[in-house]
Structure formats: structure tokens, C-alpha cells
């Protein structure tokens, strides 16, 4: 009797559970405990006010210390941190490769 009611509460936890992942769609998750709480989440964006330092590389677009390198400048010299980089591009759609420079 012990054991039927465990199993019992297992598969209602695992059902409860597998409604809460179903209710994820798109670059919008949302997740409902009865809060009506939304999460969103946006790819390949850089919120203006965010503070950004080092190299950050999203798909094919660099940004170094927050600025937008554009496609094809082969060496950086950043305002923030005096730091000199090298970018090899790849082709379209292949990204690029970017290393600090001694």
C-alpha cells in the first residue's frame, strides 16, 4: 500500500514537471507557478547599458570592450583597456577569431 501510493506521487510529480517544460516556446520562456512571471530572451543582442569588457563573438559580429568591430578590420586598439587585438575573419557565416596581441 506504501509503495502504490509513492509510485503514486512520483508520476503526478513527473507529469507536473513535464507540463512546466512544455509551457517553454520560442526565444520566449515563460513559466507559469501561478505568478504569471515572463523571462525573454533575446540572441545575438547586446543591451546598450550593459558593461562589457573583453571579447564577445555572436555569430558574425565581434565586440571588444562593448564596441562593434565591423566586418573585416584586422587589428583593434581598444579605448577602455589599451589592449591591442588581432581579428581573423572567417567567411560569412563562419565567425572570427580574435586574440590579444602582446
Not at 29 to 45: C, F, K, P
Request: aromatic share 6%.
Amino acid at each position: 500500500m506504501k509503495v502504490s501510493a509513492a509510485l503514486f506521487l512520483l508520476m503526478v510529480s513527473l507529469v507536473a514537471i513535464g507540463q512546466m517544460a512544455s509551457s517553454c516556446s520560442g526565444a520566449g520562456v515563460t513559466l507559469d507557478w501561478g505568478s504569471h512571471n515572463t523571462v525573454a530572451n533575446t540572441s545575438g543582442e547586446i543591451d546598450k547599458d550593459a558593461a562589457v569588457e573583453g571579447v564577445l563573438v555572436i555569430n558574425d559580429d565581434v565586440y571588444i570592450d562593448g564596441v562593434k568591430i565591423d566586418r573585416g578590420v584586422s587589428e583593434y586598439a581598444s579605448r577602455k583597456t589599451k589592449k591591442t587585438y588581432s581579428i581573423r575573419w572567417g567567411k560569412k557565416g563562419e565567425g572570427a577569431s580574435v586574440t590579444e596581441k602582446d
